[in-house]
């Protein structure tokens, strides 16, 4: 049971959510987007977030855009994590995604709510921030297509009011060499101890984004160099978790210690799956 | 575009097959809007935040947990959003196997895991095993009825695929979660 009260609008165009968000932000009613609304219901059961207004984004015909035009895949940011996976177009998001929730919750979470949420992990960002993915945006300044990892630093920086419309993803970049792995300490299905992706790129170097060390995404251009060179798996994952952060969660699953552990070991087990022992 | 403006207002809503007049807040879940408008308690309120499942019910053959789902989303919709819940399987083959197999103890999670298995029964009938336990990993039984939940999808599932079920005195399987 939701407490407050709020308004609900359904917009059939990125341009009509944005301008009723501008319109209730004005009004001072403190509008949120809506898209799965995993995120938003259970935060406002809890009374952690207490919007005025809810602008339900799902019936936007460009973000539940799936498919190929002009070399590249596009993604609508209001599909589900359930429509990626039954796509199955690009394998690295199709793995990392089928790890997030449960069954049944990845047919009501979006891509979208996924990467602009506030709740810890975002684990569907990791794919998109190791491919060169653009991202397709609609704010109070118009329209805006931008690198993803230009946006992306572990939290994706939009403007008030900026709604993610789609994504897009060059076809050769879902052919590569790609792992992911997700551990959890507590049930299978769980928040991460950690979560890894990883692909390899067309010079051969392997690429990691990593979830779970701290509540939001990180990645390290110091910690991909330190994957190339010499030695076992084992080796350059243990030069390559010298860069991880200074300071991880700590939390019921596990100390920040034993997820260093777990990192360095899904280093090391990416490497051996993408370039052998 | 469509609106609600915050406060109470009638709707309409098709829920197993019915159209129906309910009156609701836009904050209103749809668990709430079943239990307290429609009276049909079938879904149960457990943790209310979309991890154990007993509120799951079907929209458009698909399961989904009615904890995380504003009734607005159903309302005004032409064509009509379809939801079913337990109260309209009435004497199915997932609820024959449930019984048959004694998938639940104290039956506080049943119809949630009922409506997840006729789910997976209308949508992948060829599901093998582990397909099977990834989708039961949805849902929580807090009597760990497991093994004999399995039990009854496969008989489910067999049914489904024109096979006579295979035992009803299976071997012990692994929990779920
Ligand atoms: C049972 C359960 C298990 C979970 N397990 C995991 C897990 O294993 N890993 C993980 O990473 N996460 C997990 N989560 C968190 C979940 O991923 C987030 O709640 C979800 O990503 C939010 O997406 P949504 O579509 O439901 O967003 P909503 O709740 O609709 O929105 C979330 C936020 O994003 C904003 N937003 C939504 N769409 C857009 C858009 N297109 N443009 C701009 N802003 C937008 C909204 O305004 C809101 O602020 C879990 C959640 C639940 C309930
Ligand atoms: S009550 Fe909905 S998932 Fe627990
Ligand atoms: S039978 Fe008691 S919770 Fe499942």
Known sequence: MIPMDFSYWRTETAEEA????????????????YAGGTEVVTRARLGALTPGAV??????PEARR??????CWHVGAALSLADLIHDGAWPLLARVAERVADHTTRSHITLGGNLAGTIAYREAAL????????VATVGPHGRRTARFRDRFDGTLALDPG???VSLSVPDG??????????????DYVDYPLVTIAALRGAEGQVHVALSGLKPEPFRSAALDAALIGSGSSADRAGRAARHLPATLVEDLHGTADYRRFVAQTVL????TALEGP | MQNANTGRAEHLITVNGEQRRVSLRPADTLLYTL???LGLTGAKPGCENGDCGACTVLVNDVPMKSCLLLTMEFVDQDPPRSVETVEGLDGAEVQRQFLQHWAFQCGYCTSGFLMLVEGLRRQRPEANRDELVDWLRSNICRCTSYAELIHAVEGVLERERGAAPASDHPTPVPPTR
Do not use: C, M, N
């Not at chain 1, 944005?18 to 987007?33: E, I, K, N, R, T």
């Not at chain 1, 970049?173 to 507590?186: D, G, I």
């Not at chain 1, 090391?268 to 490497?271: G, H, N, Q, R, T």
């Open chain 1, 55 to 60: 602008i339900d984004v799902k019936a936007i």
């Open chain 1, 18 to 33: 944005v301008a009723v968000y501008q319109q209730l932000a004005d009004d001072g009613q403190h509008p949120v987007y």
């Open chain 2, 35 to 37: 239990r307290d408008e």
């Open chain 1, 173 to 186: 970049v879902r052919q590569q060499p790609s792992y992911a792995q997700k551990a959890t300490r507590l």
């Open chain 1, 66 to 71: 799936l498919g190929r035009d002009g070399g």
């Open chain 1, 162 to 164: 900026e709604l993610v």
């Open chain 1, 127 to 134: 794919p998109f921030w190791l491919a060169d993915a653009d």
């Open chain 1, 268 to 271: 090391a087990d990416a490497l």
